[in-house]
């Protein structure tokens, strides 16, 4: 038996795409940094508003699009329930536990059809997955994605956020476009280096000047509800930024394995567990004093990294797996 899961490791190994681990792994250093910095110090034109823009402008779109790329095979119901629904509910539940308990919120401003913190990206995972392997929805959601985006300033930012519904429409073209995009056209991508560091260089320059020109402001967030007609259109604009960029760390990231690789490839992992541990340092450096400037912006990144890192070993992987494993037990969800 030992053997053979180690033999199954190894062939999910082999089947994996290096780069695009890498490419998860900058992306999930990324979100945890950006959560760090998240609050009073990333809301002002400085160092820390500034990466947070750069995050936040194109992380979770980017993180969509390569989602979508990997799906283009049909998964089980039990497949979406085990990778999606189930840790969405386990660490949502957890989420609201531990907030109650820090006293940042209370129970009257909870509502269990709205997803706390960061969970609502692996739930909308969970149903954009569900919508791409349905035929009847695969064909036509996507025109009605984007009708439901337009409208979105008159359906409320409450009801935009129930059961994250609003941001699998705001998102699902991206990853549509993802499913889309065949290994050939990918491969094009990488070889073409020019061009791919150029449209990337020329995505970023375009996120500044529109920054610039105040038509957005420093905290944008490409998956945050759209309050006007303007941001519904600028949402779009901010994908194709997206693409650009995704095509520039394409050509950019190396194509070997490394830290970066383990990084990606447990990001699920990093992404369910860090809003804790970010949480609870950020208690610690409010308790210390510390002052947010320019210097201290290297601990931080360091701080990320040191996160990162811990939450993406191996051994902690394993014992989620176990944990999960009991879960998958007890609701049946075991192939």
Not at 15 to 26: A, E, Q, V
Not at 94 to 105: C, E, N, Q
Not at 204 to 210: A, N, R, S, T, Y
């Amino acid at each position: 038996m030992r053997e053979f899961g180690t033999s199954f490791k190894s062939r999910v190994e082999q089947s994996r795409i290096i780069w695009l681990d890498n490419i998860k792994g900058i992306l999930i250093l990324a979100v945890v940094f950006g959560h760090l910095i998240g609050g009073k110090s990333s809301k002002e034109l400085n160092i820390y508003g500034m990466l947070h823009y750069l995050i936040y402008s194109v992380h979770m779109p980017m993180f969509i699009l390569i989602s979508g790329y990997l799906s283009k095979k049909k998964w089980t119901w039990k497949k979406i329930l085990r990778n999606y629904i189930l840790p969405y509910l386990i660490f949502n539940l957890l989420w609201v536990v531990y907030s109650l308990i820090r006293r940042t919120v209370s129970v009257v401003a909870l509502n269990v059809l709205i997803p706390t913190y960061v969970y609502w990206y692996i739930l909308c995972l969970g149903i954009m997955r569900i919508i791409a392997f349905i035929p009847v929805f695969d064909k036509v959601f996507l025109p009605i994605s984007v009708g439901l985006t337009i409208f979105s300033p008159f359906i409320g930012k409450n009801m935009w956020l129930v059961l994250s519904l609003g941001r699998v429409a705001l998102l699902y073209p991206i990853f549509y476009l993802g499913r889309s995009c065949s290994n050939e056209f990918v491969g094009k991508i990488r070889v073409k280096k020019s061009t791919a560091i150029i449209m990337m260089s020329v995505c970023v320059f375009g996120e500044l000047l529109l920054l610039k020109n105040n038509i957005t402001d420093i905290t944008w967030a490409s998956h945050d509800y759209p309050i006007t007609a303007m941001e519904c259109l600028l949402k779009y604009v901010f994908m194709f930024f997206t693409m650009g960029i995704f095509s520039g760390l394409a050509v950019l990231v190396p194509n070997k394995r490394m830290f970066l690789t383990r990084w990606g490839r447990n990001s699920l992992l990093v992404y369910l567990i860090h809003p804790f541990v970010v949480d609870v340092l950020k208690v610690v450096l409010e308790k210390m004093n510390v002052i947010w400037n320019t210097q201290f912006c290297f601990v931080a990144v360091l701080g990320a990294v040191v996160i990162t890192e811990l939450l993406s070993n191996e051994r902690l992987k394993k014992v989620y797996d176990v944990v999960m494993s009991r879960f998958y037990k007890v609701f049946n969800l075991n192939e």
